[in-house]
């Protein structure tokens, strides 16, 4: 095994570990800390795959801005005693349908892939510009969808957050 491989599957481990430590977290402020370790560590992920574009955007949006964002309005607006997560829910079996259901989905989607071993002869990330050019070009609708999904997790975020009225 290659150095590279050791650190690959190193900082693997601990992006899992640190997911399940949020999953499992009755506390907002630890979970939020432990999102900003998880992030950082894809990010290292990225910037050890060679995608430095993507390790910096990493670092700068959601770490530098989206967390530290949300643990300012989480530590302002609770206080140390209110600042736990509510227990239980009324639709587990339903998450836990949806929740293997994708699950099995994303096992049978990669199974299904030809993966390639060889890396591309030409690198075409060579500049924010082309990687633009590209995203509103070739890649547009998946740019579009992107969107989408982040527009949803946004409505989500703001049901949750909602109060009973």
């Not at 290659?2 to 997911?19: D, H, T």
């Not at 547009?140 to 703001?158: D, H, I, K, M």
Request: aromatic content about 10%; proline content about 1%; charged content about 10%.
């Amino acid at each position: 095994m290659s150095v590279a491989q050791v650190l690959f599957y190193g900082l693997a481990a601990l992006v899992l570990l640190g997911a399940l430590a949020i999953l499992f977290s009755k506390n907002i402020i630890r979970a939020a800390f432990l999102l900003i370790g998880v992030l950082v560590g894809i990010a290292a992920i990225y910037a050890l795959s060679g995608a430095m574009f993507l390790a910096v955007a990493q670092l700068m949006v959601y770490v530098g801005g989206i967390l530290v964002l949300l643990i300012f309005g989480v530590m302002l607006t609770h206080s140390s005693k209110e600042a736990t997560l509510r227990g239980g829910s009324h639709n587990i079996w339903l998450g836990g349908f949806l929740g293997i259901s994708l699950f099995l989905g994303m096992v049978y989607t990669l199974l299904k892939q030809p993966f390639e071993t060889k890396l591309p002869t030409e690198n075409i990330w060579q500049s924010t510009a082309q990687m633009a050019w590209l995203l509103a070009s070739d890649y547009l609708l998946v740019f579009e969808l992107l969107g989408v999904l982040l527009l949803l997790a946004l409505v989500g975020a703001a049901f949750v957050v909602r109060k009973n009225i």
